[in-house]
């Protein structure tokens, strides 16, 4: 009976152990919210560099952006990496997150594409475009059709929010059709040929389509939508985030971007 006893007095003992070891190995852990490319894959590539500082790095992959914030707010996520800033300011604004931007890493262009259209001369009047159902890119499509002359946008309006029914000039009477969620637009191009759509270039990129390459046209390194790090306002200091963001603007991670995407994604450092 005693030895069954000390036997039973041994397993709790190490049980609790065990998880007093677990907690202790959890407070170097950073678990960070990031859509594939190329978020994932650039925080792949620090992940070694952290677990030089004794910071271990668990990615967790998002393939839509409704989530991420989301779950960084209910305390499931340490930080996201997958938005823009005026994404980021709206999704705060529409749902009272507690939530801040940690910096800035790079810039993805947004790009218009077409299976059919093959040169920015050919866009006829009455050609439709299909652009996401995210209100937050929508000022961004806008301004990038307004920069290369098809329509005019109201002086009196931050472009970085505009609306469709804030166009004042469309003298190629484009239609603009916010039906697609941004995941699905590359489907919307192999499908609808004779169309234009306005796709994002992680979405772009993981599909094989390059900005640079294969879109009409497409924003260049002076875009306002600086792809960002998003953290807990009350994790703003945290050592572990600051030192991710750090490696992330760091001269490593610009040569990173700069060979793995070839001037497809831009980076901004600490912009």
């Known amino acids: 009976m005693k030895k069954r006893l000390l036997g039973i007095v041994l397993i709790i003992a190490s049980l609790f152990l065990a998880a007093c070891g677990d907690s202790s190995s959890d407070e170097n852990v950073i ?11 650039i925080l792949e590539e620090i992940s070694d560099l952290l677990a ?3 910071i271990e790095l668990v990615i967790e992959t998002y393939t839509d952006y409704a ?20 994404f980021l300011e709206k999704s705060i604004a529409e749902n009272n997150y507690d939530i801040v931007n940690l910096g800035g890493v790079h810039i993805e262009p947004l790009g218009i594409y077409s299976k059919e259209i093959t040169s920015i001369d050919q866009i006829e009047p009455g050609t439709e475009i299909i652009i996401s159902r995210n209100i937050p890119d929508h000022g961004r499509i806008l301004s990038l059709f307004e920069a290369n002359g098809f329509i005019t946008l109201a002086d ?23 039906d697609v969620n941004a995941e699905l637009l ?27 390459k294969d879109a009409l046209f497409f924003e260049g390194d002076d875009s306002q939508y ?46």
Not at 31 to 41: D, I
Not at 249 to 269: A, L, R, T
Request: no cysteine.
């Open 31 to 41: 678990k960070v919210g990031a859509t594939s490319v190329p978020h994932g894959e």
């Open 52 to 54: 030089e500082e004794g």
């Open 67 to 86: 989530l991420p914030n989301e779950d960084l707010a209910r305390g499931e996520l340490d930080a996201n990496f997958f938005q823009h800033i005026p």
């Open 156 to 178: 009196d309006i931050d472009k970085t929010i505009a609306e469709i029914n804030d166009i004042v000039d469309n003298p190629y009477n484009l239609t603009f059709s916010p």
């Open 186 to 212: 590359v489907e919307a191009y192999e499908n609808e040929t004779d169309k234009l759509v306005a796709i994002n270039a992680n979405y772009a990129i993981e599909a094989g389509l390059s900005p640079e």
């Open 226 to 271: 600086v792809n960002i790090v998003a953290v807990r306002t009350e994790d703003k200091d945290d050592e572990k985030l600051l030192k991710l963001i750090e490696i992330l603007q760091s001269d490593v991670v610009v040569e990173f971007i700069n060979q793995q995407y070839g001037g497809e994604i831009i980076p901004v450092g600490g912009n």
